[in-house]
């Protein structure tokens, strides 16, 4: 019928703005080395803010002992005990405990917030075996992973709140995630020279020689972007390395291939013109991206019947783990397809062509996602100049990887991982490896505090 014509012609428009053949890629990876440059050079000189992480001293893997870390994202809170064996042994053994946080406590005061996370930490001490007793007078040390811009003295709150919890408790190292993660994979895996988190939000983290950052000249620390919590930079770390915290998430180029649906997401978001590149890519908004394409369907051609169903109208109703459930649905029938839509939808009666059209909306926002972080990895590796076969093929590079889109949404991961194949070639390719680092921003976190330690 007409209607169906009229799907399949928005389904193929889509498709083609979409479209990220390797040329194109290779202008965003293009893009993405140019502003990182530009980012370098000055403050404000790139929608890369470029953050010079201060990290006085990235683990050497001699840590040993019992450190926690907290892990605030931006859906989930963990708290973390991780027991270092140093060098033989590196992570003996790690813990978590996952802790939801009421939506009231995330947009209300900051005392009330810290309160909470502190008591959490609190009983989760209390479960410390015999065997992990502490020596008399050695204080606790933590390591705070906060994946938020740091406005106040977000170390200060959480020391102040751990108190009144009466705890002793020392909070070593402030972090964000991509920097826990790079610092977490390092520990493993000296070859790891970024970290990228694909989760709630996308961003990337990566080791920069200081000589090339030019802006970093007579510049101090502001509070809450370093990784020690003294509040001076040690002069050693001058003369190694600096961790950059990209905030990749708001990259944006003209070489991005953003659709009319990109643009009304974007218009209708808290941030407009902002984080262009992590609303095209990361989980917050891939579920967000299939329910827009839907909606012109069932508005202009009547996918669902004469009148659009009206739960498809909610922003934010379609999440990325039910899109993904969706893509991944393996029946010969597509029932996980029909199953979703009835229950978040309340969208009966679908035809098996239909599912179909919808698990192909599915693959196209997610490819799209996909190709677009490994054109930006790349962009990483050829700042570093790693994106080419060096010193005969000896010098490995390894790319962390975290979050929750990259590790439960197998499609995604899998289109990521050959993208990058295909846009390095096959002999580059051999020296670049990524690893899921589970956990690595917490993790990351817990050894940044032993390294940050009092006691060493
Ligand atoms: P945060 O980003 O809050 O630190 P995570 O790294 O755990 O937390 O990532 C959570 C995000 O991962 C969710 O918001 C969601 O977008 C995505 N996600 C979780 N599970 C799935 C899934 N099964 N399929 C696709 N995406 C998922
Ligand atoms: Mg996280």
């Given amino acids: 019928s007409g209607k169906w014509a009229r799907a399949l012609s928005i389904l193929k428009e889509f498709e083609e703005k979409c479209g990220t053949p390797s040329s194109k890629l290779k202008q965003v990876a293009d893009a993405m080395t140019v502003e990182m440059h530009a980012g370098l050079a000055s403050e404000g000189g790139s929608k890369l803010k470029m953050i010079i992480s201060y990290v006085h001293n990235l683990p050497t893997g ?3 002992g019992l450190f926690y870390a907290l892990d605030l994202g931006g859906t989930n809170f963990r708290v973390l005990r991780v027991h270092l064996g140093g060098k033989e042994s590196r992570v003996v053994k790690q813990e978590f405990e996952e802790v939801s946080i009421p939506a009231h406590l995330m947009t209300g005061s900051s005392d009330e917030l810290f309160d909470y996370l502190a008591s959490a930490l609190a009983k989760f001490v209390a479960t410390e075996s015999d065997s992990q007793h502490f020596s008399p007078g050695r204080q606790r040390e933590l390591g705070f992973t906060f994946s938020f811009p740091v406005g106040q003295d977000v170390v200060g ?3 102040k709140a751990i108190e009144r919890a ?4 020392r909070v070593a190292a402030l972090v964000n995630d991509t920097v826990g993660t790079l610092a977490g994979g390092r520990y493993n895996n000296p070859d790891v020279v970024a970290a990228v988190i694909l989760g709630t939000g996308t961003n990337a983290a990566y080791v920069e020689h200081a000589h090339a950052i030019p ?7 502001k509070s809450g972007e370093m990784v020690s919590s003294s509040s001076v930079p040690l002069p050693m770390f001058t003369a190694s390395v ?17 659709t ?4 009304a997401l974007d218009a209708g978001s808290l941030n407009p013109g902002e984080q262009i590149f992590e609303k095209m890519i990361s989980g917050m908004y891939l579920g967000e991206i299939v329910r ?14 004469d009148t659009v169903p009206p ?3 909610l922003p934010f109703i379609l999440r990325t783990p039910h899109t993904s459930a969706m893509h991944h649905d393996t029946s010969r029938d597509l029932k996980v397809v029909a199953t979703k839509l009835k229950d978040i939808l309340e969208i009966s009666n679908t035809s098996l062509k239909l599912r179909k059209l919808i698990v192909e909306v599915c693959d196209i926002v997610a490819t799209r996602g996909a190709r677009l972080s490994a054109a930006g990895i790349v962009g990483i590796l050829k700042k570093l100049g790693r994106d080419t076969v060096k010193d005969g093929g000896k010098q490995k590079s390894v790319v962390a990887l975290d979050g929750g889109l990259y590790e439960h949404y197998t499609k995604f991961r899998i289109c990521m991982e050959n993208t990058l194949w295909e846009l390095l070639g096959e002999e580059a390719s051999e020296n670049i490896a990524v690893e899921h680092s589970m956990d690595g921003s917490g993790i990351g976190a817990a050894i940044l505090a032993a390294s940050h330690s009092q006691y060493i």
Wanted: with cysteine; aromatic share 10%.
């Fill in 215 to 221: 802006k970093w000249h007579g510049l101090l620390p």
């Fill in 311 to 313: 739960k498809l109208k």
């Fill in 260 to 263: 009319e649906y990109d643009q």
């Fill in 166 to 169: 009466g705890l002793d408790m």
């Fill in 242 to 258: 600096n961790v950059i915290n990209m905030e990749w998430g708001n990259f944006r180029s003209s070489h991005l291939p953003l």
């Fill in 157 to 159: 709150e959480l020391t």
């Fill in 292 to 305: 827009r394409v839907l909606c012109k369907m069932a508005e202009e051609a009547a996918i669902f019947g």
């Fill in 62 to 64: 001699d840590e040993k």
